[in-house]
């Protein structure tokens, strides 16, 4: 994108004011390609590069499988809706210095009156700001770059990587996780759509072609903000109708992690105790993720839009070149089904963590609710430290899991909000930031014990002062 030196003023400025970035003081190690390694090139992982540096911490990497920045993450790609879900104000990838805000971006290129004027940001927009942020700050992301395995070696981990589709191997300290919804697990197809072929239905992760559902009858599984900005774009593509399926008796319309987004709550959320946040977790995925007003108007404007509640589908079957579908008592056939049914979390079936995922302490592993509140898939999220990292499921069976650190919705459960998202930024990227300062720091304190109190050239000589040393007038001394 392009912009204007004028524009830019206020964020040069701060910089300037800042001071320059501290210079790496993390020694280099034989064999070891980099301190850091994020895996994610959208916001959140230019968000870490650039705390990292105003850490300190040099010789940090971000990589991401997308051919460019237009493909890394999901507001070019994936992400349907018309604007953020999350309100304009929140705090974000400026990490507290409002000249890097999106407010800021925005009022110098738009002025604060069109800035007020918005109730919420465009998705378009958004993805020009995270541009404009790396960008303005330098930050390099390696595209065309998958990470495929992770080899943990003593120290230090292995990474297995294909650069445009060539093998590289490279080697790191640490590990970030900041690849979004499906970091730890993957889209969640349900079993009643497996059977039919990939060319039938398709889920809200994947891209589709909806040009090509001009003139179809599709079906749309779920009730989430995902599943209606899939059939508002459906129909806004030509569809000749659109169905959307609801298990529930009625629409979600509780935000349960709105109600709990207060400091106090936000703030010591990860201290509470596992009952307490296996609860709240549970709460939430019972309560339902409640679409956006605005995601349900978008679809509901078409009056080829149908809604079906307490409608789960029986059974799906390929009927020709069509989709049978039956709903209580009855049968509908439609061209094409879209799943907007979420994700889930489990890391055994990440191919990266492969070498060991079984180590990975999961909740289920470390606390057993009630029979009343028992939930397989958030037993199945990792259970995390107060960094976000793994952790052992036996002690002494994996130490290096505590240098892996996670930051994306797996960490619900033990965090209680949609990590990587957002909401998530102001709290959590300063806590995994800080621990890995103070890890790097402690597994070379014998470098920097030598360093903070190891010999230096003074400053000055004494001759600098010595004639302005007092010295007693003779005649005083001999009285």
């Known amino acids: 994108m392009t912009t204007t030196s004028n524009s830019d003023f206020a964020a040069r400025e701060t910089l300037r004011l800042l001071g320059p970035d501290p210079e790496n003081w993390v020694p280099d190690r034989p064999g070891i390609d980099h301190n850091v390694t994020i895996i994610g090139g959208s916001g959140s992982g230019s968000t870490f590069v650039f705390a990292l540096r105003r850490a300190g911490i040099g010789r940090v990497t971000e990589i991401d499988a997308a051919d460019d920045e237009a493909h890394a993450g999901v507001w070019l790609t994936r992400a349907r809706m018309r604007t953020l879900r999350t309100p304009k104000h929140l705090p974000g990838p400026e990490l507290g210095i409002p000249e890097l805000s999106f407010q800021a971006w925005y009022e110098a290129r738009h002025g604060a009156s069109a800035y007020a004027a918005i109730d919420r940001i465009e998705r378009v927009t958004w993805a020009e700001y995270l ?180 409608a789960p589908w029986k059974s799906a079957r390929k009927l020709g070149d069509r989709i049978a579908i039956e709903v209580n008592d009855d049968v509908f056939e439609f061209d094409f089904a879209i799943a907007g049914t979420g994700y889930f979390v489990d890391p055994t079936k990440r191919p990266e963590l492969a070498d060991f995922a079984q180590h990975i302490a999961l909740w289920r592993d470390r606390y057993q609710p009630p029979k009343d509140l028992r939930d397989d898939g958030l037993g199945a999220h990792p259970y995390l430290g107060s960094a976000h990292e793994y952790q052992e499921k036996v002690s002494g069976t994996a130490p290096y899991l505590k240098d892996i650190h996670v930051f994306n919705p797996a960490g619900l459960v033990s965090f209680g909000l949609p990590v990587g998202d957002i909401h998530s930024i102001r709290r959590d990227v300063p806590a995994i930031v800080s621990r890995i300062s103070h890890d790097l720091f402690f597994k070379d304190w014998a470098h920097h014990e030598a360093r903070i109190t190891g010999d230096i050239a003074p400053d000055f000589e004494d001759s600098l002062y010595a004639a302005a040393v007092w010295k007693q007038p003779i005649e005083a001394a001999t009285r």
């Open 131 to 310: 541009s404009w942020y790396r960008h303005f700050l330098g930050i390099q992301v390696r595209y065309q770059t998958k990470l495929v395995r992770i080899e943990p070696v003593a120290g230090f981990f292995r990474l297995h990587l294909e650069v445009n589709g060539v093998p590289l191997l490279e080697t790191t300290r640490k590990i970030i996780f900041a690849n979004g919804v499906a970091g730890t697990g993957g889209s969640y197809i349900p079993p009643i759509l497996a059977d039919l072929p990939r060319t039938l239905y398709a889920h809200t992760a994947d891209a589709i072609d909806f040009e090509a559902l001009r003139g179809k009858t599709v079906a749309v599984l779920g009730a989430a903000a995902s599943a209606f900005d899939a059939a508002a774009v459906a129909l806004e593509s030509g569809a000749k109708a659109v169905h959307l399926f609801v298990r529930r008796s009625a629409i979600a319309s509780l935000s349960v992690l709105r109600v709990r987004d207060y400091p106090g709550a936000y703030d010591n959320y990860p201290q509470l105790p596992d009952a307490a946040r296996w609860f709240q977790a549970w709460h939430f995925r019972q309560a339902g993720t409640a679409p956006p007003p605005n995601s349900i108007k978008r679809a509901i404007a078409f009056p080829n839009f149908h809604i079906h509640l307490s």
